[in-house]
Nanobody
Framework: QVQLVESGGGLVQAGGSLNLSCAASGGTFSNYVMGWFHQAPGKERGFVAAISWSGSRTRYADSVKGRFTISRDNAKNTVYLQMNSLKPEDTAVYYC?????????????????WGQGTQVTVSS
């Protein structure tokens, strides 16, 4: 069983940056594809970014391409989401997710393990 704990959320002005972290435990971290998703009030949880077990492959939602960067440190069992040029529409709870898979998945149904989420609020 994999446990995921996100951190790094907060309140930031539009145009600012945040770096989210997700620490994993209870499994072999380097076996897992890791993803970030977000959910705004009244909306479905949506894909943000994902990274392969080695870090060599990444995928991004169109809305964050060029602004967000996903990375991982397998020695620290941690995945990161660097968020730059933040916009008010990025405001949401951000969730980390993991799945033991050979492909980089972009749907919520593809992931087996989820963190509790961290709030990101971007003011205009």
């Amino acid at each position: 069983q994999v446990q995921l704990v996100e951190s790094g959320g907060g309140l930031v002005q539009a145009g600012g940056s945040l770096n989210l972290s997700c620490a994993a435990s209870g499994g072999t971290f380097s076996n897992y594809v890791m993803g970030w998703f977000h959910q705004a009030p009244g909306k479905e949880r949506g894909f943000v970014a994902a990274i392969s077990w080695s870090g060599s492959r990444t995928r991004y939602a169109d809305s964050v391409k060029g602004r967000f960067t996903i990375s991982r440190d397998n020695a620290k069992n941690t995945v990161y989401l660097q968020m730059n040029s933040l916009k008010p529409e990025d405001t949401a709870v951000y969730y980390c997710a993991a799945v033991n898979a050979g492909v980089v998945l972009t749907t919520t149904k593809g992931y087996d393990y989820w963190g509790q989420g961290t709030q990101v609020t971007v003011s205009s």
